[in-house]
């Protein structure tokens, strides 16, 4: 059974910093890409940065030049470094993998969402 839990999150002010972590576990052949998505109250989930097995970077406009994507293979863990952090950044900060596992002596291509941790940027 494979896993994603996310942990860092908090509460912290304005111009603040953050690191969220990404931990995926079980038995896992290989990761081909991984995300973090938000969701603010009374809005809809949305695509925060991406990171793929090699090191291609994507973020969502409203981050960029302030969150960074990273991985680290060997603890197939990801992370979200968040600086200049404003208040519009408040939400339910999520993790996306997209995985191969092992499954009854093959692999199994499937994505997985970890639980969510909340960011609170608030004076």
């Known amino acids: 059974q494979v896993q994603l839990v996310e942990s860092g999150g908090g509460v912290v002010q304005p111009g603040g910093s953050l690191r969220l972590s990404c931990a995926a576990s079980g038995r896992i052949f290989s990761i081909n890409a991984m995300a973090w998505y938000r969701q603010a109250p009374g809005k809809e989930r949305e695509l925060v940065a991406t990171?793929?097995?090699?090191?291609?970077?994507n973020y969502a406009d409203s981050v960029k030049g302030r969150f960074t994507i990273s991985k680290d293979n060997a603890k197939n863990t990801a992370y979200l470094q968040m600086n200049s952090l404003k208040p519009e950044d408040t939400a339910v900060y999520y993790c996306n993998g997209d995985l191969l596992s092992y499954l009854n002596g093959g692999l199994l291509q499937r994505n997985y969402w970890g639980q969510g941790t909340q960011v609170t940027v608030s004076s």
């Open positions: 990171i793929t097995s090699g090191t291609s970077t």
